[in-house]
Protein backbone atom coordinates (compact mmCIF):
# COMPACT_ATOMS: atom_id res chain seq x y z
CA UNK A 1 0.00 0.00 0.00
CA UNK A 2 1.63 3.32 -0.97
CA UNK A 3 4.92 1.32 -2.37
CA UNK A 4 4.90 -0.15 2.02
CA UNK A 5 4.65 -3.62 2.83
CA UNK A 6 1.27 -3.98 5.15
CA UNK A 7 1.16 -7.38 7.15
CA UNK A 8 -1.81 -8.55 7.73
CA UNK A 9 -2.80 -9.99 11.07
CA UNK A 10 -5.03 -11.70 12.66
CA UNK A 11 -6.28 -14.35 9.89
CA UNK A 12 -10.50 -13.03 8.87
CA UNK A 13 -12.79 -14.55 11.34
CA UNK A 14 -15.52 -17.38 10.50
CA UNK A 15 -17.72 -14.44 10.13
CA UNK A 16 -15.33 -12.49 7.32
CA UNK A 17 -15.00 -15.45 5.72
CA UNK A 18 -18.50 -16.59 5.39
CA UNK A 19 -19.44 -13.55 3.62
CA UNK A 20 -16.42 -13.79 1.22
CA UNK A 21 -17.48 -16.84 -0.04
CA UNK A 22 -21.02 -16.18 -0.07
CA UNK A 23 -20.95 -12.97 -2.17
CA UNK A 24 -18.01 -15.58 -4.12
CA UNK A 25 -20.75 -17.73 -4.59
CA UNK A 26 -23.68 -15.35 -5.80
CA UNK A 27 -21.54 -13.99 -8.86
CA UNK A 28 -19.70 -17.19 -9.57
CA UNK A 29 -23.82 -18.87 -10.54
CA UNK A 30 -24.51 -15.77 -11.99
CA UNK A 31 -21.39 -15.31 -14.18
CA UNK A 32 -20.85 -18.75 -15.23
CA UNK A 33 -20.20 -19.06 -18.83
CA UNK A 34 -20.11 -15.68 -19.47
CA UNK A 35 -16.71 -13.10 -19.49
CA UNK A 36 -16.31 -12.14 -16.73
CA UNK A 37 -14.84 -13.40 -14.12
CA UNK A 38 -15.38 -13.54 -10.59
CA UNK A 39 -12.20 -13.89 -7.82
CA UNK A 40 -12.33 -14.80 -4.29
CA UNK A 41 -9.89 -13.40 -1.76
CA UNK A 42 -6.34 -14.19 -1.70
CA UNK A 43 -6.04 -12.79 -5.88
CA UNK A 44 -3.18 -9.41 -6.16
CA UNK A 45 -4.58 -6.69 -8.26
CA UNK A 46 -1.87 -4.28 -9.57
CA UNK A 47 -3.49 -0.87 -9.25
CA UNK A 48 -0.46 1.08 -9.72
CA UNK A 49 3.25 1.11 -9.11
CA UNK A 50 2.84 1.67 -5.32
CA UNK A 51 -0.53 0.26 -5.11
CA UNK A 52 -0.73 -3.50 -4.71
CA UNK A 53 -4.11 -5.11 -2.95
CA UNK A 54 -5.61 -8.42 -2.25
CA UNK A 55 -9.49 -7.51 -2.36
CA UNK A 56 -12.13 -9.80 -0.81
CA UNK A 57 -13.55 -10.15 -3.74
CA UNK A 58 -13.35 -8.44 -7.02
CA UNK A 59 -15.11 -9.01 -10.74
CA UNK A 60 -13.07 -8.37 -14.29
CA UNK A 61 -14.46 -8.12 -17.27
CA UNK A 62 -11.40 -7.35 -19.62
CA UNK A 63 -9.60 -10.60 -19.93
CA UNK A 64 -6.20 -8.71 -20.88
CA UNK A 65 -6.03 -7.45 -17.19
CA UNK A 66 -5.72 -11.05 -16.12
CA UNK A 67 -2.45 -12.73 -15.83
CA UNK A 68 -1.05 -15.75 -14.01
CA UNK A 69 0.39 -13.69 -10.76
CA UNK A 70 -3.05 -11.57 -10.61
CA UNK A 71 -5.11 -8.73 -12.04
CA UNK A 72 -3.52 -5.47 -13.47
CA UNK A 73 -5.84 -2.59 -14.23
CA UNK A 74 -9.00 -1.81 -12.18
CA UNK A 75 -11.85 -4.49 -12.15
CA UNK A 76 -15.28 -3.60 -13.07
CA UNK A 77 -15.99 -4.47 -9.21
CA UNK A 78 -14.73 -4.27 -5.94
CA UNK A 79 -15.58 -5.97 -2.09
CA UNK A 80 -14.08 -5.02 1.05
CA UNK A 81 -15.10 -6.68 3.61
CA UNK A 82 -14.61 -4.50 7.11
CA UNK A 83 -12.46 -6.67 10.23
CA UNK A 84 -11.82 -4.57 13.18
CA UNK A 85 -8.12 -4.42 12.11
CA UNK A 86 -8.36 -3.61 8.36
CA UNK A 87 -11.66 -1.37 8.50
CA UNK A 88 -9.88 2.06 8.75
CA UNK A 89 -7.20 1.02 5.96
CA UNK A 90 -10.35 -0.91 3.81
CA UNK A 91 -12.59 2.66 4.27
CA UNK A 92 -9.77 5.14 3.72
CA UNK A 93 -6.37 3.93 1.52
CA UNK A 94 -7.95 0.90 -0.44
CA UNK A 95 -11.03 3.70 -1.17
CA UNK A 96 -9.24 6.11 -2.70
CA UNK A 97 -6.38 3.62 -4.31
CA UNK A 98 -10.02 2.15 -6.15
CA UNK A 99 -11.28 5.59 -6.98
CA UNK A 100 -8.17 6.93 -8.22
CA UNK A 101 -7.71 3.13 -10.47
CA UNK A 102 -11.20 3.88 -11.69
CA UNK A 103 -12.73 1.15 -10.65
CA UNK A 104 -16.68 1.65 -11.21
CA UNK A 105 -18.40 0.06 -8.38
CA UNK A 106 -16.86 -0.66 -4.83
CA UNK A 107 -18.55 -1.73 -1.54
CA UNK A 108 -17.66 -2.16 1.96
CA UNK A 109 -19.58 -4.85 3.91
CA UNK A 110 -19.60 -5.23 7.11
CA UNK A 111 -20.61 -8.12 8.81
CA UNK A 112 -21.04 -6.97 12.44
CA UNK A 113 -23.61 -4.95 11.32
CA UNK A 114 -24.96 -6.88 8.57
CA UNK A 115 -24.61 -3.95 6.21
CA UNK A 116 -23.10 -2.95 2.91
CA UNK A 117 -22.20 0.60 1.59
CA UNK A 118 -22.20 0.60 -2.15
CA UNK A 119 -20.44 3.18 -4.19
CA UNK A 120 -20.37 4.23 -7.85
CA UNK A 121 -17.53 5.85 -9.34
CA UNK A 122 -19.00 9.32 -10.39
CA UNK A 123 -16.79 11.87 -12.46
CA UNK A 124 -13.94 10.31 -11.00
CA UNK A 125 -15.11 10.32 -7.30
CA UNK A 126 -16.92 7.67 -5.31
CA UNK A 127 -20.74 8.68 -4.07
CA UNK A 128 -22.59 6.30 -1.97
CA UNK A 129 -25.62 5.13 -4.22
CA UNK A 130 -26.74 3.52 -0.62
CA UNK A 131 -26.68 1.95 2.57
CA UNK A 132 -28.21 -1.73 2.74
CA UNK A 133 -28.58 -3.32 6.03
CA UNK A 134 -30.17 -6.78 7.05
CA UNK A 135 -32.41 -5.81 10.37
CA UNK A 136 -32.87 -8.81 12.93
CA UNK A 137 -36.25 -9.80 13.40
CA UNK A 138 -36.33 -8.04 17.09
CA UNK A 139 -35.06 -4.66 15.34
CA UNK A 140 -37.90 -4.87 12.79
CA UNK A 141 -40.23 -5.69 15.84
CA UNK A 142 -39.37 -2.32 17.30
CA UNK A 143 -40.14 -0.69 13.48
CA UNK A 144 -42.83 1.20 12.43
CA UNK A 145 -45.30 -0.34 10.21
CA UNK A 146 -43.69 2.41 7.50
CA UNK A 147 -40.56 1.94 8.60
CA UNK A 148 -40.79 -1.48 8.20
CA UNK A 149 -42.17 -0.87 4.66
CA UNK A 150 -38.65 0.80 3.67
CA UNK A 151 -36.83 -1.78 4.84
CA UNK A 152 -34.79 -3.38 1.44
CA UNK A 153 -33.73 -6.50 1.53
CA UNK A 154 -32.40 -6.77 -1.90
CA UNK A 155 -30.72 -4.53 -4.60
CA UNK A 156 -29.62 -4.88 -8.25
CA UNK A 157 -26.16 -4.73 -8.55
CA UNK A 158 -25.04 -1.95 -10.97
CA UNK A 159 -22.70 -3.65 -12.62
CA UNK A 160 -25.09 -6.28 -14.14
CA UNK A 161 -28.51 -4.72 -14.16
CA UNK A 162 -30.14 -8.16 -13.95
CA UNK A 163 -28.58 -9.75 -10.91
CA UNK A 164 -30.57 -8.96 -7.63
CA UNK A 165 -28.28 -9.05 -4.42
CA UNK A 166 -30.17 -10.71 -1.39
CA UNK A 167 -28.95 -9.50 2.07
CA UNK A 168 -30.11 -13.10 3.65
CA UNK A 169 -27.69 -14.52 0.66
CA UNK A 170 -24.75 -12.48 1.75
CA UNK A 171 -25.46 -12.38 5.25
CA UNK A 172 -25.97 -16.24 5.38
CA UNK A 173 -24.65 -18.33 8.21
CA UNK A 174 -23.10 -15.83 10.17
CA UNK A 175 -22.78 -16.36 13.89
Not at 12 to 32: D, M
Not at 111 to 132: F, T
Request: glycine share 6%; aromatic share 12%.
Amino acid sequence: IGGKLVAMSPRPAINHTRVSGNIFGIFRNYLKGKQCEPFPDGVDLYLSEKDRFIPDFMVVCDPNKIRANGVYGAPDLVVEILSPSTARRDKWYKKNGYEAAGVPEFWLVDPANRSIEVYLLQKGRYVMDNLYTLFSQDDLEMMTDRERAEVVTEYKCHLFDDLVIRLDDVFENLF
